[in-house]
Nanobody, 127 residues
Framework: QVQLAESGGGLVQAGGSLRLSCAAS????????MGWFRQAPGKEREFVAA????????YYANSVKGRFTISRDTAKDTVYLQMNSLEPEDTAGYYC????????????????????WGQGTQVTVSS
């Protein structure tokens, strides 16, 4: 089992920034690719960003590319999502997730491959 706990959400004006954190515990952090997903009211959960178990590669949804940055700190078993130039359309619950590193890097956005999920943190961007 991997336990994930997100933090860092909140209310911010358009154009502002937030940094989300996801602390992992349980199994060896480096055995897992990590991803961030989000879900707005009435919409399906969607991929935002992911980082390979080694930290060597990152992946982004087109909607956040150039504005969001995912990173991981192996010493702290924590993954981060730095969100800049926030837009009202970024308003959603944000969830971190972990998937075994055996999966292909080409499927990092596949939500079905993520076994472990946090409870989520709310991000609200006002216009």
């Amino acid at each position: 089992q991997v336990q994930l706990a997100e933090s860092g959400g909140g209310l911010v004006q358009a154009g502002g920034s937030l940094r989300l954190s996801c602390a992992a515990s349980g199994r060896t952090f480096s055995n897992y690719d990590m991803g961030w997903f989000r879900q707005a009211p009435g919409k399906e959960r969607e991929f935002v960003a992911a980082i390979r178990w080694s930290g060597a590669s990152t992946y982004y949804a087109n909607s956040v590319k150039g504005r969001f940055t995912i990173s991981r700190d192996t010493a702290k078993d924590t993954v981060y999502l730095q969100m800049n130039s926030l837009e009202p359309e970024d308003t959603a619950g944000y969830y971190c997730a972990a998937r075994p590193r055996v999966f292909s890097a080409q499927t990092m956005s596949n939500i079905r491959q993520y076994d472990y999920w946090g409870q989520g943190t709310q991000v609200t961007v006002s216009s």
